[in-house]
């Protein structure tokens, strides 16, 4: 009997860089797509009705990432641009930049929007305190990959 098992996958990788463009922290965290995620992929099959993804999120919620979330637990600051969002494969990667004074706080959530408010989450993580100071920068890379097994 043929069986074919769709699997996404999230992989987030953070660098937080001082004032003097030094590195002081990276991580490399697993994410969660959400239900609002799987359904707005099964939309993008269908036509182009909803928005490409096109924002990020940092928070300071440590609540668990659950499949029900809708949108990031507490944020901070505002949700920022995408700098690029590209493909490669069944890989989509999304960047965005957290410049000096944005996003800053004690940060332990971060999520993948398709709209500056409101609309539709895809991802959301939550993982130990990166403390971003006012006059640090932090740079979130995303790849979502899709498998087949």
Do not use: Y
């Not at 641009?81 to 490669?88: G, H, N, R, Y």
């Amino acid at each position: 009997m043929l069986k074919d098992t769709l699997k996404l996958r999230g992989d987030v990788s953070i660098v937080l860089r001082g004032p003097d463009g030094k590195t002081k922290e990276k991580r490399e965290i697993k994410n969660l797509v959400v239900t609002t995620g799987l359904n707005f992929i099964a939309s993008r099959m269908k036509d182009t009705t909803k928005a490409v993804m096109s924002h990020m999120a940092v928070g300071s919620s440590n609540a668990a990432a659950q499949a029900s979330n809708t949108d990031i637990g507490s944020i901070l600051g505002s949700r920022e641009a995408l700098d690029s969002t590209t493909v490669s494969g069944s890989t989509i990667t999304f960047v965005a930049s957290f410049e000096a004074g944005e996003g800053t706080g004690s940060i332990v959530e971060a999520s993948l929007h398709n709209a500056s408010s409101g609309g539709d989450m895809l991802c959301r993580t939550v993982f130990p305190v990166i403390s971003k100071q006012t006059d640090d920068t932090m740079q979130i890379s995303w790849a979502v990959s899709l498998t087949a097994s």
